[in-house]
């Protein structure tokens, strides 16, 4: 049933004919092969190539199929991830090694530089990604709970503010990143369940799930930028842990039983929001509160100028705050309409 050429042609064809299947790839190792040896078979023809010392790769094709291994052993085509490391910058430094890592997966780091040439050192967000906050934003509007879900959801969050305020009292830094950890959840929540609506009924989202998102990735940005003004205590790392899991869960099933109720909670939580982050900038301008310069992640974020402060960073994240809270009640009157958000073109960018 088999031709192969002399000497050890009949074993290494046999070799050829386990590991080969039609659907995938296979590689034989621990073989010796001094040259290339040509194996026929019914139905089957191919070769074997040598490419190292007990390694060789199969190329062949099965009732007209080609397959063949996408890997080979050589020392050009390495197959390993190596962590390459650099030398310090100079012996002695404190300085941590820079480590890049190399795949054969052909994803290249990128290099990203500012407009200025300077190279980009975040890898968290991209130049394309950062905005200037609009700060002309009305910040006193305010929706007036008229049925009943409106004021489930309004009282909900007084009820939420009053152990905020006993815990917390004037630290405002600390507040505000308590207050991040919360706000960031809705809109990940929200953003996965219409992904998973979409998916079901093989639909679009009208831009919502983009805009969902969004609004979760700002309110995290938010938090990375307290991070650096308010170190956390160790207690309040727990806080956050226990609110975090709470909060999540009760507003998953919120959202499933009723999204009209859901973001309009959203809503009123923005606008707490607001008047926190007022408070902070009374105190600010009252002296109570150091007026520090501005984090360096806030400044490439929201396109400061160099010399922005604290304040300033209060002032957008107010204003980002005033944004979602026009998103969310603006994506409540829509399911008090008896519509879907899919109808309503979502306001993507709105910052």
Known sequence: MMMASRGGGVKLASSMMFVSRSFSTAISRGIVAKEAVTAKAVGFHGDVVRKNIGEFWVRGSVFGVRHGSTMSFGEKDQQKVEMKQTQPVAEGSDKEEKKEIASYWGVPPSRVTKEDGAEWKWNCFRPWETYSADLSIDLKKHHVPATFLDKMAYWTVKALRLPTDLFFQRRYGCRAMMLETVAAVPGMVGGMLLHCKSLRRFEHSGGWIKTLLDEAENERMHLMTFMEVAKPRWYERALVITVQGVFLNAYFLGYIISPKFAHRMVGYLEEEAIHSYT???????????????????????WRLPPNATLRDVVLVVRADEAHHRDVNHFASDIHYQGRELKEAPAPIGYH
């Open 279 to 301: 408070e902070f900038l009374k105190e600010l301008d009252k002296g109570n509160i150091e007026n520090v310069p501005a984090p360096a992640i806030a400044v490439d974020y």
